[in-house]
């Protein structure tokens, strides 16, 4: 098994939101989760990078960032250990290797920040795109999202 490096979580991260931006484009009703579900399902070299998980998670929260930071923070991570998941809860974001804008307004995931999906301007952009039907987001808001979430700034 190769851990992922970097470089190689934030290509696999903008073009797996690249390709899901693409997808919304050509049928806007599409379910983001299934969308990244697909992507990494599909994606041929993915096994070399986890063998830990036994569920259907392939990469941690079907996330390329989260399955580095993850690595990165701790390789207990490997046990499927409950304990140790409640206690590393998401402090495992601080290895996050993009900039999501959350992180000094925060304690819970950055990408998932805000969870009052009435406010667009407080809610992380996983929120918003995760929960586009529930709030009535647009189809070009949702791939303006998309490629927002792509081209995240790097920390």
Same mark, same amino acid.
Request: aromatic content about 10%.
């Given at each position: ?54 569920? !259907? ?29 409640? !206690? ?14 959350? !992180? ?52």
């Amino acid at each position: 098994m190769e851990r992922l490096t970097k470089e190689r979580a934030i290509e696999l991260h903008r073009d797996m939101w690249n390709w899901i931006a693409s997808e919304l484009n050509k049928n806007p009703d599409a379910n983001v989760h299934n969308l990244k579900n697909k992507y990494i399902k599909t994606n041929p070299d993915i096994h070399k990078y986890q063998e830990y998980n036994d569920n !259907e998670d392939l990469v941690h929260n079907n996330c390329f960032c989260c399955e580095y930071a993850v690595q990165k923070a701790n390789p207990r991570m490997f046990a499927n250990d409950f304990d140790f998941w409640n !206690e590393f809860n998401a402090d495992f974001c601080e290895h996050c290797p993009l900039r999501w804008g959350t !992180e000094d307004n925060t304690e819970d995931f950055f990408c998932e920040t805000g969870i009052e999906l009435d406010n667009k301007e407080t809610t992380g952009l996983w929120n918003l795109i995760n929960h586009a039907k529930e709030i009535n987001l647009t189809p070009e808001e949702k791939i303006n999202i998309a490629r927002q979430i792509a081209n995240l700034p790097e920390k």
